[in-house]
């Protein structure tokens, strides 16, 4: 049987990025990270093994390769690269390694490429021939493989052995020095520990794993050819052909983390101003180091935003929950860490395809694999291989719309998980308010959500908890929703009024001075409309980046943009969205009419998007596939501005989206508060306009 196991260090891969295309890194990945391992039966079997340990497969073999721990991270940064790496950085909202930008003047992009190439047909002992600089890539690369192989091979064989019975194990690692070994061990039992923290004494805790040579050990040898008790080899007989999979179980009992605090604070900015400051209480330091340290080592963020934590309490323990946080309040991260801790698969019901796409991206950018959506973006081919794998348990996370509890054959496959043992932890519905707005309106499919989830998604025992998110829902809203979906009373948490306000995000409205006749013929009127619209479009650019500078200075911002539309290499600086109501190309206030005229500035780079939330279509539609593209192009800053439907607007968290523009009044106040809210979400002043 083959595997595939590494890691990756995000802030290493970047500057060799630099260099080369991310092609020859995933070429190099593709031709090292394969394995075997000898002496390990063709028949495993887990259905016994702890749940605990199911859990920590799952972390471990979230991506192929996935971004290494901070552990791992210092270990390897430090002994590679010296006194070119100086610890890493928690003080801004993101963890990030200090690498010396020295190593850059040492690396040639030819030289890189060939030693790259070459390095994944010559073994390991020829290296040493190379360059210093290439030595120092290969064997950063080269750790971080090794050790990803081996943990996940000792992690099968514990799963092998169901662990639950065993009281202790001893691993002796042959073909490793000292320290490589150590760093393994120490790593995993950090993993161990920060679970078993979490549990309540009804489970059956992780035991530490020790690297001895003592006589009764389980001796595992990596790329030599010792008597063992296996052997873990590289091995590319079939790329195609390896064992993928994440492990389903029951739900795991966790303690209940503690309870939110909300204290009122007074500010005296020249005039008294009352403000609630929340915080998380945990009811010991251990529950706060665990959930910190799945924080920090999987997602790398320094720390957890107001609400956040709240929502995962309630959730972790398995209640039903309607999270209310602002936009750019990190909502996603409240289900992904619960996802990531239960065994099982977490379905997430999402309204519109671009929102599926860029929750996707943002996981695979958190170096997540096993996860997938099903949707219009897909050709037929691609769902139903997408189904088949969530059905074979290849899936942590999966994205839908609630148009596919529609269809029979994938309530089937549903159903069919749970004869296969592929268990699920929860249902999430994000942008959640769309039960209500939409349910009772265009897509009554949503009223039925509930009833979908309950009848389809099978945990193994008991029922999946729900989790509700949205950002623009008012309090009759929610509990709209709360009865569509059939959730207890107390499931609802939010901030107070004051917290759900977004200060960078600034509002104008700017009136049209045409007078146009109602009884002119709806095409005149429009044209005239449109004309008027378009002029004061054109002066509004004319004038954002004096506006937004102004904006920059009532802050205090001592380096404001000197030039907004600024382009570094082939990456945009800064960037705006401008929502049109139609998709026409006729009407002046549709979107591929509108950005022709705008692609005339010399200053935008300019894409379009419209597309539906039903991913019913068996056909991938051209437009649709233009509209995929075209978001992948902003995301990345090639594009800096995007026209669009407001089927866009819940698809997009992008930081340095400074401005929205509304060509018309949007369908109610809390669409336009969710569409603007696009914008400022690196906290920086932003714009927000409505045209009428």
């Not at 940064?77 to 928690?90: A, D, H, I, Q, R």
């Not at 035991?207 to 030599?224: G, M, V, Y």
């Not at 209500?436 to 959500?449: A, I, K």
């Not at 650019?541 to 205090?556: A, Q, V």
Request: aromatic share 12%; proline share 3%.
């Amino acid at each position: 049987m083959q595997f595939k196991g590494g890691y990756v260090i995000d802030e290493f891969e970047e500057i060799l990025l630099e260099f080369v295309d991310k092609k020859v890194i995933d070429k190099f990945y593709e031709s090292k990270l394969f394995f075997k391992v000898v002496n390990l039966t063709e028949n495993l079997n887990f259905i016994d093994s702890n749940p605990l340990l199911k859990i920590v497969w799952n972390i471990i073999n979230r991506g192929e390769p996935t971004r290494a721990s901070l552990k791992i991270t210092d270990y390897i940064l430090t002994k590679n690269l010296g006194k070119l790496y100086s610890g890493f950085n928690s003080h801004g909202s993101e963890i990030k390694f200090q690498i010396d930008k020295k190593i850059k003047n040492e690396i040639n992009s030819e030289n890189l490429l060939k030693s790259l190439e070459k390095y994944s047909v010559i073994p390991d002992f020829e290296i040493n021939e190379f360059k210093n600089i290439n030595l120092l890539i290969y064997s950063v690369l080269n750790d971080l493989i090794t050790i990803g192989q081996v943990q996940k091979s000792i992690l099968l064989i514990l799963l092998h052995y169901n662990s639950e019975k065993i009281v202790n194990f001893n691993f002796n690692l042959i073909g490793l020095d000292h320290s490589l070994s150590n760093i393994i061990f120490e790593d995993l039992n950090e993993l161990f520990d920060s679970i078993n923290n979490m549990v309540l004494p009804s489970e059956t805790k992780l035991n530490k794993l020790i690297n001895s040579k003592s006589s009764d050990t389980i001796s595992i040898a990596f790329n030599t050819q010792e008597n063992c008790n296996y052997k873990i080899e590289s091995n590319l007989s079939d790329k195609n052909n390896y064992l993928y999979f994440i492990l389903t179980d029951r739900r795991i009992s966790y303690k209940e983390l503690g309870n939110s605090i909300a204290n009122l604070k007074t500010k005296k900015n020249g005039f008294l101003e009352n403000e609630f400051i929340y915080s998380f209480d945990y009811k010991d330091v251990e529950l706060k180091k665990s959930m910190l340290y799945f924080l920090h080592n999987i997602f790398r963020k320094s720390e957890f935003r107001a609400g956040q934590e709240a929502i995962i309490n309630r959730s972790l323990v398995g209640k039903d929950v309607i999270g209310l946080l602002p936009t750019g309040a990190g909502k996603s991260l409240t289900y992904q860490i619960c996802s990531i801790l239960h065994p099982g698969v977490t379905i997430v019901i999402d309204p519109i395809n671009s929102l599926m796409k860029d929750q996707y991206d943002k996981l695979i950018d958190n170096k997540f694999t096993k996860i997938d959506f099903i949707n219009s973006f897909n050709t037929k081919d691609e769902k139903e291989k997408n189904i088949e794998n969530l059905t074979l348990s290849k899936y942590l996370i999966v994205f839908i719309s609630p148009e596919r509890f529609q269809i029979e054959m994938f309530r089937s496959s549903l159903l069919h998980c749970f004869y296969n043992n592929v268990f699920f932890s929860y249902a999430v519905i994000d942008e959640a308010h769309c039960v209500s707005e939409w349910g009772h309106d265009f897509r009554q499919v949503y009223l039925n959500l509930g009833k979908n989830i309950k009848n389809y998604c099978k945990p193994k025992f008991d029922k999946l908890p729900i989790i509700a998110l949205t950002a623009t829902a008012s309090f009759d809203v929610l509990a709209d929703v709360q009865r569509e979906l059939k959730m207890p009373e107390d499931v609802i948490i939010s901030l107070s009024t004051d917290a759900m306000d977004r200060k960078e995000l600034n509002f104008q409205v700017i009136k049209s001075n045409s007078i146009i006749s109602n009884n002119i013929p709806f095409w005149d009127r429009e044209k005239n409309i449109g004309s008027s619209k378009y002029t004061l479009i054109t002066k509004l650019f004319s004038t954002l980046p004096e506006k937004i500078k102004e904006l920059e200075n009532k802050i205090g911002n001592l380096n404001p943009n000197t030039d907004f539309f600024k382009k570094t290499g082939n990456t945009y600086m800064n960037a705006g969205l401008i929502f049109c109501p139609t998709k026409s190309d006729s009407l002046k206030n549709g979107v591929p009419f509108l950005a022709s005229f705008l692609e005339n500035d010399k200053n935008l780079e300019v894409g379009t998007f419209f597309g539906g939330g039903d991913d019913t279509n068996v056909v991938i539609n051209p437009i649709d596939n233009k509209s995929y593209q075209n978001q992948i192009d902003f995301i990345s800053n090639k594009t800096n501005l995007m026209v669009a439907t407001r089927a866009f607007g819940m698809g997009i968290d992008k930081p340095n989206i400074r401005y929205t523009i509304h060509y018309t009044f949007p369908n109610s106040v809390e669409n336009f508060y969710q569409e603007a809210g696009r914008s400022g979400r690196n906290r920086q002043p932003s714009l927000s306009t409505i045209i009428y």
